[in-house]
């Protein structure tokens, strides 16, 4: 952590001034206030918390040089469905995403420009900042609302992080509870401040669910949702949702999944087809708002994936590497089904090549291109109806879980019925059983495409994958030589990066770093 443990000294005195008002999260510089007074009252404390949410949607995580694909969570979550098998990378371009989809980055482990580095450094950074405002938890005063609402997004942030890092630096849960994973800070760190060793996967996720439950009780009696940034009661019960997924807890994940969903609207017609880039939609639970005077330039998300928005040779990334639709889970939409629409089976925009841009997304579009506009979604209420409804098909409560199912399907495709039941999975994703959890997770597959991280949900479910060019799949990312079959791989699991080891002198390198290969 040698890098990591200062920032948020730094942060205090220059970093941002934030303030929520109707229109939006304002993140502009300031060095008006003292680190002290940060943390002296509820609302004071509202601009490191505001701080800590505009880094996760800042690019430079790594050093100069990848910093395109290195801009916060949903960089994250884009790296983690490319390493899966449905969402379709067609070309290489500049090599953005590209080395993670075709599994060439653990080895990179001992440079600050790759995977390694940016989501330690990322993540380790986030926990940092927040346990500077839990540390003021017993002296911060003034409305216990306002005190409660900080505090228990603080919370709810160090289990957010913990929980991905766990998911990229270790095994899945479930069998490996006792296998090494991450360290574990929980209080202030400064430059010189003592590294940890890796506590056990089951040590992470009782702190885990230690934080995440705290934070929901704090949040239920507080404020609701002063911003779509800001972390309240119904999200952080979507985070708890998400972490019980992991851990198998299905009543609660249950629970969860219902209390996070309460508070929204499921989202149909304009809601869907409009480009996934306007956080007030009443579908939209947790997302960063981009407005024009703090879009970072050249390279975010949406760079990424709109390929149509703007003419060939201009700054569009996604023009040059096409991200496109598995075409066999394609296929799995009924022909009424309005999510046809984030897709262009047939489409030629790309030089008049159709093999290059068939199955082409459109599911993300730029709000207004001219400007680089587009809000960034991070949690949407249908993904609680997907989590609900799956929880319950592994209790067996397959009547309930249809019904979960069918509700959702409704505003999705009106023809849609099922009478399926079980919750056998086959050991590949193609490996069909016609369970009815099966099918909860096809329809996961489809609507939380370029939103979740594949690869989190594949690891959880222990089943492994094979790309075809069936699937649309070019020669050059099919993978043969990577151990993606088998659920027990470290091929998902990512090396620790070098900097660790040489600023952390309770990890030792022989030891402590994980497989470079597969095994």
């Known amino acids: 952590m040698k890098r990591i443990l200062y920032i948020f000294i730094i942060s205090l005195t220059a970093f941002f001034a934030t303030s929520c008002n109707e229109e939006f999260l304002e993140t502009t510089p300031t060095t008006k206030m003292s680190g002290d007074g940060m943390f002296s009252t509820g609302t004071a404390a509202l601009v490191p918390l505001n701080g800590i949410y505009r880094l996760m949607y800042t690019q430079g995580w790594s050093t100069t040089g990848n910093t395109q694909q290195c801009d916060g969570l949903t960089a994250w979550n884009l790296m983690a469905d490319v390493m899966g098998e449905d969402m379709v990378m067609k070309a290489q371009g500049s090599g953005w995403y590209w080395f993670d989809c075709i599994y060439n980055v653990k080895s990179r482990y001992t440079a600050s420009t790759w995977r390694s580095y940016d989501l330690w450094n990322g993540y380790y950074t986030l926990i940092s900042n927040a ?41 899945t849960y479930k069998g490996h509870e006792n296998e090494p994973c991450v360290p574990l800070y929980t209080e202030p760190s400064v430059a010189g401040t003592p590294g940890k060793p890796r506590a056990t996967v089951s040590e992470v996720y009782t702190q885990i669910r230690a934080d995440i439950d705290k934070a929901v009780e704090l949040l239920k009696d507080s404020h609701v949702q002063t911003h779509k940034t800001h972390i309240d009661y119904y999200v952080a019960n979507g985070i708890k ?15 969860a999944a219902k209390i996070a969903r309460s508070n929204y609207k499921i989202g149909q017609g304009t809601d869907l087809t409009s480009g996934m880039n306007d956080i007030t939609l009443s579908n939209v639970m947790w997302g960063a708002e981009i407005i024009d005077t703090q879009t970072p330039g050249w390279g975010p998300f949406l760079y990424h994936m709109d390929a149509l928005s703007m003419l060939p040779g201009t700054q569009n990334y996604g023009y040059r590497a096409p991200k496109c639709i598995n075409a066999l889970l394609y296929d799995k939409m009924g022909e009424n089904d309005i999510r046809r629409q984030w897709w262009e089976p047939n489409s030629t925009d790309i030089d008049g090549d159709a093999a290059l841009s068939s199955y082409l997304q459109v599911k993300f579009r730029f709000s207004d291109p001219t400007t680089s506009l587009g809000d960034k979604i991070w949690m949407r209420m249908e993904e609680m109806y997907l989590t609900e409804a799956e929880a319950l098909c592994r209790q067996e409560q397959y009547a309930s879980a249809q019904e979960v199912l069918k509700e959702y399907m409704a505003k999705r495709n009106p023809d849609y019925n099922t009478t399926k039941t079980g919750n056998s999975l086959g050991a590949l994703t193609t490996d069909e059983t016609g369970s009815l959890l099966e099918e909860i997770l096809i329809q996961r597959r489809i609507e939380l495409w ?30 043969n030589g990577t151990n993606t079959q088998n659920p027990e791989t470290y091929a998902w699991v990512l090396t620790i990066p070098q900097a660790e080891f040489d600023g952390n002198s309770s990890l030792d390198a022989t030891k402590d770093q994980n497989p470079t290969g597969d095994n």
């Not at 409305?143 to 709810?156: E, H, R, T």
């Not at 949702?241 to 629970?255: D, F, G, Q």
Request: glycine share 6%; hydrophobic share 40%.
């Open 450 to 479: 370029g939103e979740y991280g594949r690869i989190y949900d594949i690891k959880r479910l222990k089943q492994g994958f094979r790309r075809t060019e069936e699937m649309g799949w070019p020669a050059s990312t099919l993978i």
């Open 131 to 171: 346990n500077y405002i839990i540390a003021a938890e017993e002296t911060m005063e003034g409305d216990p609302k306002d005190v409660n609402y900080v505090i228990g997004q603080a919370y709810a942030i160090r289990a957010y992080c913990y929980h991905y890092l766990a998911m990229m630096f270790s095994r």
């Open 241 to 255: 949702a998400r972490i019980c997924l992991t851990t198998n807890e299905w009543a609660e994940a249950v629970n």
